[in-house]
């Protein structure tokens, strides 16, 4: 069965947009964990416009009985003011899995995936330093990605499709080239060995056509979908309408 891991970043947007403390991250974290989610994830960035480190470290120990801390991030940022970077957050909070994303601070969000050939001397040491601390390691990529092999010969585990092209083509009722790339992508990875998670713009319209054409992808990561959803009919029963989509 595919797992659903939430990204919690659009909780810290609210918080940061107004200042103090709600809404609480750790508390839509508990939510969530407590409705049966598979798993957490937060990205945190060098300029902080959502997750910040003090909230890395206050989710890690809610990640215990099966529930994974993910920690998505550019390995590659410098630290600045607090934030320490990602690797040193990493060594200090123990998440179950990095996912590495080639994102700047220019980015409103995550629009792409690695050049794995180009990268590839940056991400090997980089891989080897954060499964060094126990933790899984996906890579990124964009559906299509003509280097996915790559990955697996750098060390990663996994590899996170992006799929905000499938979803935008969703929606505009012509998907089958995009989810032909992401079946592509999938089956080439699974093939060097590698685990296939997926991630961005998937949500309660798209998700079952996207899982039902790769069954074996092991985990999505959703958060801008579902916490927007969760507007309506709240967080819990948002929750659980993902999890029966993925059969849980």
Known sequence: MTVLSVNVNKIAVLRNSRGGVEPDVVTAAKTCIAAGV??????????????????VRALAPLCVDGVEFNIEGNGFAPARGDYPGLLALVRETRPAQCTLVPDSDAQITSDHGFDLRADANRLKPLIADLKATGARVSLFVDA??????IAAD?????????????????AAGNH?????????????????GLGVNAGHDLNQANLGAFCKAIPFVAEVSIGHALIGEALYAGLAPTVLAYLKILGG
């Not at 990205?43 to 480190?53: G, V």
């Not at 750098?154 to 969703?170: S, V």
């Not at 089958?176 to 060097?192: G, M, N, V, Y």
Request: proline share 7%.
């Open 176 to 192: 089958a080239r995009e989810l032909s790339a992401c079946i592509d992508t999938a089956e080439r990875a699974k093939k060097a």
């Open 154 to 170: 750098l060390g990663a585990d996994r590899i996170e499709i992006y799929t905000g092209p499938f979803a935008h083509a969703f």
């Open 144 to 149: 299509g990605c003509r280097d996915v092999e």
């Open 38 to 55: 598979h798993g957490i994830t937060v990205h945190p960035r060098p300029d902080q416009r959502h997750i910040r480190p003090a909230d």
